[in-house]
């Protein structure tokens, strides 16, 4: 199988908020949102992006607020779960498709 070319850009999802998003596959194609956890990046993703651009899937994977080549605000009020869901809508709106699918990755860590 050959590699698809991944495109990297930028996208805004609040005011002076931009995420680093990588893309690979047809831009016409089902949109599959593949979201990193901590303390990863897109970069996690990308045998899977391969996998389903080969397939006609437009692979999304963003860097997430403070990870990678996304903006990094300061202060941790601006990293609650309503922020980063808040980016996650504001990107799928910026890729203008009625429905994405969703693959999240994440660890859970537990302390006693």
């Given amino acids: 199988m050959a590699a698809a070319a991944v495109r990297h850009r930028e ?3 609040a005011s002076g908020v931009r995420l680093h998003v990588a893309e690979s596959g047809p831009e016409g194609g089902p949109v599959a949102l593949l979201v990193h ?6 970069y ?11 397939r006609g ?12 080549d ?18 996650l809508v504001a990107l799928i709106a910026d ?12 660890t859970i860590l537990i302390s006693s």
């Fill in 11 to 13: 996208v805004e999802v």
């Fill in 37 to 42: 956890g901590f303390p990863e990046l897109w």
């Fill in 44 to 54: 996690s993703w990308r045998h899977q992006m391969r996998a389903l651009a080969a």
């Fill in 57 to 68: 899937f437009r692979a999304v994977a963003p860097d997430l607020r403070g990870y990678g």
């Fill in 70 to 87: 996304s903006d990094a605000p300061q202060g941790r009020d601006s990293y609650t779960v309503l922020h980063l869901v808040g980016d």
């Fill in 95 to 106: 890729l203008g498709r009625p429905q994405v699918g969703l693959r999240l990755r994440f």
